[in-house]
């Protein structure tokens, strides 16, 4: 008989497991087919019903910018969106692994909320690693993905956070971090969002120090910038990030970045280039999580993105509750606030998120 806990047959162990919220894998089923070799399925469901008010115009999620409205109007919607599965496979010292989710635009295909609200699998995650060393796409390694808020709106305050999935080759060494990833150079003249294709591959290194108390990483970034003119412009930025352990279940997560790190930080908040210069960026963020019970926590977040070129001042805070019903299935409900300073806009939000792990 088959059963959630697991079963063992001559070359076959089912088992589940439940990861962490900001891993690449929420959840899985394993297969085992024998000491070398096994398959993980997993991913989770996830629906959200969001009011939105104010004269940033509605998106699924907030992210780094947004468009500004004339007037302020409200909007309610209900999607699926974020819902994902991922595939790992392992044999022996060689991993691979597969994540998609239904952010794709579904235009082509003729999605819309008048009829079917279709959407088309969109590609996140698709890398091999062979003992230290990673090649393919997944999240940058200039990011600390444990430090991200634990939030119904997708990321938390993603316009102060490091949040970048790209093609790259990482090789680790303990607690150190180098890798070669894609470049990109994102902006040109000010106000003027287009890229260009780079010649030079960006560099980061990262050292994370762990312990029982938590972790804290240190990463640098090191890029050659193109402007419009094709003029190429060196690029330096900083990173400071973690989650630490306080009281009891409690955490506290934080990430500080500075200098040219544009499209690495903020989601779109900054740019590359503004005219022939790079763009000098800051951003904070923190987030502090409280269980009060086993079953039920909350969090409260903020983050702000400040630039020096385009004068960009860009906000989001948060606060929310979470219950889980049984391990697997979890409600919550979150209020915040997105604020874009520098155009005099803002939009308030109320997000209630039902969330099934696989």
Do not use: C
């Amino acid at each position: 008989m088959l059963k959630r806990s697991g079963f063992k047959t001559k070359k076959l162990l089912l088992a589940t497991s439940l990861l962490a919220v900001t891993s690449a894998a929420n959840a899985g089923y394993t297969i085992k087919l024998d000491d070398d070799n096994k398959i993980t399925f997993g991913g989770y469901i996830k629906a959200d019903a969001r009011y939105v008010d104010g004269n940033i115009a509605a998106t699924d999620y907030w992210y780094g910018g947004g468009t500004v409205l004339p007037e302020s109007q409200s909007n309610f919607g209900i999607s699926v969106n974020e819902t994902r599965f991922n595939t790992k496979y392992v044999h022996g010292d060689v991993t691979g692994f597969i994540e998609m989710d239904f952010y794709g635009d579904a235009v082509a295909g003729g999605g819309n909320e008048v009829i079917s609200n279709s959407s088309k699998p969109r590609l996140r995650h698709a890398f091999i690693k062979y003992k230290d060393v990673l090649v393919g796409q997944t999240w940058t390694t200039f990011q600390n993905t444990s430090s991200l808020a634990e939030a119904a709106d997708f990321g938390g305050p993603l316009v102060a956070s490091a949040f970048i999935r790209q093609g790259q080759i990482r090789y680790t060494l303990g607690g150190l971090q180098l890798a070669i990833e894609n470049p990109e150079s994102y902006g040109g003249y000010r106000g003027d969002k287009t890229t260009r294709d780079d010649s030079v591959p960006d560099f980061i290194a990262k050292y994370t120090f762990k312990g029982d108390w938590g972790n804290v990483s240190i990463s640098g970034l090191a890029r050659q910038l193109k402007s419009v003119t094709n003029q190429s412009e060196s690029a330096f930025g900083y990173g400071v990030a973690g989650r630490i352990k306080t009281f009891g279940k409690d955490d506290f997560r934080f990430q500080i970045h500075g200098g040219n790190v544009g499209r690495y930080v903020g989601v779109t908040a900054s740019t590359d280039m503004v005219g022939e210069e790079a763009e000098d960026t800051t951003s904070i963020m923190v987030a502090y999580r409280h269980f009060w019970t086993e079953d039920m926590r909350s969090s409260v977040f903020y983050g702000n993105t400040q630039t020096d070129l385009t004068d960009r001042d860009r906000s989001h805070w948060g606060v929310n509750i979470f219950k889980n019903f049984t391990k697997q299935l979890s409600f919550g409900l979150e209020v915040g606030n997105f604020e874009m300073a520098e155009s005099d806009a803002d939009s308030d939000y109320v997000q209630l998120s039902a969330k099934y792990v696989l």
